[in-house]
């Protein structure tokens, strides 16, 4: 099947590190992608990884990708109340052709004051 | 730039209705893809756009089709809708084939319907 697998829900300190992960299903995959989603709204991208890197780091933002086991991370680092919101994986496989991209159910994050 | 534009916003209708919702790309970008989101769920991939042809589609009926102007704008038509045709529509855009690798989403039109 196609299920781009995440944790429902996350709860953490303003201040504290946040990470939501994320399991993907194909392994030809060349784009990963994380997306917020504000209530309401649609689909902000937050950063990607192509897929023969293990890690990228963007300002606030780690993305680890364990191609091995299909594993896909987003850490942010000092999270903040503004970062409240659902999180949204979604790979890319290479044969389904480009931009045709598979997500995942998304993680609703709160962060408590 | 404006960016990805949608309209409308929200929009009710009744079982059996006919939808048009249509979608603005981002300057430059040439293909448009099209996403319907539960409530609770994540995008699924309806189909795509390119050179005013479908390019790819998802798993969704014949109902759901499409259309692809000069300018790259697109229209999304749901025929004989159906009360789990409710969710979030969204349009999103992009110009891979011009070498960029991001596709940016729109706001989304919100189709209820009773």
């Known amino acids: 099947g196609e299920d781009v697998e995440q944790s429902l829900f996350l709860s953490v300190r303003e201040g504290d590190s946040s990470v939501i992960n994320c399991t993907y299903t194909?392994?030809?995959?060349?784009?990963l992608y994380w997306y917020k989603q504000e209530p309401g709204a649609g689909l902000q991208l937050l950063t990607y990884i192509f897929s023969n890197m293990d890690m990228k780091q963007d300002q606030r933002l780690t993305v680890l990708l364990n191609k091995k086991d299909k594993h896909l991370s987003l850490r942010i680092a000092d999270t903040q109340t503004g970062d409240s919101a659902i999180y949204f994986c979604a790979e890319e496989p290479l044969e389904t052709g480009t931009y045709k991209y598979i997500f995942g159910t998304g993680t609703r994050l709160k962060v408590l004051a | 730039d404006a960016g990805v534009t949608q309209s409308p916003t929200h929009l009710i209708k009744t079982r059996g209705q006919q939808v048009t919702l249509r979608c603005s790309p981002k300057?430059?970008?040439?293909?448009v893809s099209w996403y319907q989101q539960a409530l609770g769920q994540g995008p699924q991939f309806i189909f795509q756009?390119?050179?005013?042809?479908?390019?790819q589609r998802g798993n969704f009926p014949d109902r759901f089709s499409g259309h692809q102007f000069p300018n790259y704008s697109s229209e999304l038509n749901v025929n004989a809708l159906l009360l789990g045709d409710s969710a979030l529509y969204l349009c999103?855009?992009?110009?891979?084939?011009?070498?960029?690798?991001?596709?940016?989403f729109g706001p989304g039109t919100r189709l209820t319907v009773l």
């Open positions: 756009y390119y050179e005013e042809e479908e390019r």
């Open positions: 999103a855009s992009s110009a891979r084939d011009r070498g960029q690798d991001e596709q940016f």
């Open positions: 194909d392994s030809s995959s060349t784009y």
């Open positions: 300057s430059g970008h040439d293909t």
